[in-house]
């Protein structure tokens, strides 16, 4: 039996759980720190790594008391973070401003920049993120800060580090950038770092994006490791700080989908939706194959022996508080009753790129659309009509992986929001024709859990620990009349994301789309009365 801390920074708090190798989760303590926003500047998300840290000292503490486990008898601590979130450090590892969060979306032209100059020099690493580089992505970050910088903060760069990466550095007693070590799953996934073109990209190509960069690449350093290694041990400041023994193993961090997958059981073969503000869908498979459109397929990112595969919706619970914000209500009010709605009954389509569009067409540009409009819709029909067109957009996502050898065996419904709307995971079985398994309660925390307990050596293997620690998976399972339904809106859905997200795309006659639309609500409506 082993007792592990496991702590998963979010964007507005970190949590910290601990976890018996035994009996599961102890306990769980929550610690808030600021988002910085200016309400001149809707792009601008910043935090502070003191207010971090110090959250996670509250937050230790809090869960050591109030489950009563002895600090002394905690044996590991596992940390995953946001992604990217981005901090710029002198070579003594001191701070140099805040965190540029994930969500911090100034770097746009420095993103739209480095996209281009890839594709002008065929730079094989914009292949495999998707043939965009994202302005949530590092590189865009640290350019923008390079531009925006003062000579005196330039002249004290030591290096641009991950949220995960710097919490463990500070953890472990990090004080000069030559000892540092890096996420290969942050690192990969967000600086197109891959041990198949040597790394990062090179100072040339670089340069050629802007002569800021001279010099820069060489500083950002250190050993690039998959969380099957310990970054360090817990340093004797950061032991007084949180309560546990200093010398415990901190394996190499990780961003929180890729844990939060695997705690919701993700094994190779499986499909995790991590379905919250946004949905990230992570996948592992055997092999290492180009998927168009997705960010980023990388060698050991979720676990060390596999490729992981990360995908996503930029906005998924965020469109569904915004349709009930716009009805005056919480999106529990609003959700209460749907479970009576049939498939396509209410004759609307709705395309979710109300926050742009993350994975296939990678385009940021994109607003939501819905199509079908008559005088009686009401609000709950348009948010049954979203929770509809996220899963249509979940299964052009599925699709194109499995078109590009990512098997999709099992697939896993991970996240808040399933937790609290069954009728989504409902419509996801049967508009993705396969039982849409479900975490049979919240399981947050377990994936870091998992791997403080194979860095600690209690399991020899994430499995072993996967077997012991995650919560069992409801199912649900597709309904053969709501999934003919789902066939035929899905060929429309797939032809319409298309037509209209592709610039230059061959058009679709709405008059064909409307009749069927209404068609399928009639038959589903009579089917009702
Ligand atoms: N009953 C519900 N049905 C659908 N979505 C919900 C419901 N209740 C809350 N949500 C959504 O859950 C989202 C938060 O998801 P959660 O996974 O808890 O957070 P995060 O993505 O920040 O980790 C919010 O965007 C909210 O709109
Ligand atoms: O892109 C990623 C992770 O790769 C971000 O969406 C992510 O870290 C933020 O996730 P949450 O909103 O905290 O669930």
Not at 173 to 188: E, F
Not at 523 to 529: E, F, R, W
Request: charged share 20%; aromatic share 8%.
């Amino acid at each position: 039996m082993a007792i592990v801390a496991g702590a998963d920074f979010g964007t507005l708090s970190v949590r910290v759980t601990l976890l018996d190798s035994a009996k599961g989760r102890l306990g769980t303590a929550v610690a808030e720190y600021p988002l910085h926003r200016r309400r001149n500047d809707p792009d601008y998300a910043t935090q502070s790594h003191a207010d971090q840290m110090n959250a996670l000292a509250e937050a230790t503490q809090k869960v050591l008391a109030e489950t009563g486990v002895a600090g002394a008898d905690v044996v590991a601590l596992a940390l995953d973070t946001t992604g990217s979130s981005v901090l710029i450090v002198d070579a003594a590892m001191q701070p140099i401003g805040d965190y540029y969060l994930w969500c911090d979306h100034r770097a746009h032209k420095e993103a739209r920049q480095i996209t281009l100059r890839a594709h002008e020099v065929g730079l094989e690493a914009i292949d495999w993120c998707g043939g965009v580089y994202s302005h949530e992505w590092g590189w865009a970050k640290l350019l923008h800060w390079l531009r925006n910088a003062t000579p005196e903060e330039r002249a004290r760069f030591g290096t641009a580090i991950e949220n995960c990466d710097m919490v463990a550095a500070t953890l472990t007693g990090v004080t000069d950038v030559a000892d540092l070590k890096r996420s290969v799953c942050a690192m990969g996934h967000k600086w197109m770092w891959n041990p198949k073109w040597d790394g990062l990209p090179s100072e040339e190509f670089l340069i050629g994006v802007d002569p800021l960069f001279a010099g820069i690449r060489a500083k950002i350093g250190g050993e690039y490791l998959t969380s099957d290694h310990i970054y360090g041990k817990l340093a004797p400041e950061w032991a007084e700080r949180t309560g546990l023994p200093a010398g415990i193993p901190i394996p190499v961090g990780a961003f929180d989908a890729h844990w939060d997958a695997l705690g919701a059981g993700c094994r190779a073969g499986d499909v995790v939706n991590v379905v919250g503000t946004s949905t990230c869908i992570i996948a592992m498979a055997d092999s290492t194959e180009l998927v168009p459109g997705v960010c980023g397929v990388v060698p050991g990112s979720v676990h060390p022996k596999f490729t992981g595969i990360e995908a996503g919706l930029s906005a998924v619970g965020d469109i569904f508080e915004a349709i009930s914000r716009r009805a005056g209500k919480s999106v529990r009010e609003l959700a209460a009753g749907l479970e009576v709605y049939r498939a396509g009954q209410t004759g609307l389509m709705r395309l979710t790129w109300d926050n742009g569009d993350r994975t296939v067409l990678v385009n940021p540009e994109l607003g939501g659309i819905t199509l079908g409009w008559n005088l009686v819709h009401t609000a709950q029909d348009e948010l049954f009509a979203a929770i509809e067109g996220t899963a249509f957009h979940t299964r052009i996502i599925l699709e194109r992986m499995a078109e590009h050898g990512v098997p999709v065996e099992r697939v896993i419904n991970a996240g808040g929001v399933p937790q609290n709307n069954t009728t989504l995971n409902q419509i996801y079985a049967d508009v993705l024709n396969k039982p849409m398994l479900v975490p049979d309660g919240v399981p947050t925390s377990i994936g870091s859990g998992i791997i403080a307990l194979t860095a600690a050596g209690t399991f020899d293997s994430i499995e072993a620990a996967q077997d012991a620690l995650c919560l069992p998976l409801r199912s649900y399972l597709p309904q053969p009349a709501a999934v003919a339904v789902y066939e035929r809106l899905y060929q429309l859905y797939r032809r319409l994301y298309f037509a209209f997200g592709t610039p230059n795309a061959a058009g679709v006659a709405l008059g064909d789309v409307l009749p069927e639309l209404r068609a399928i609500a009639a038959a589903q409506q009579g089917d009702l009365t």
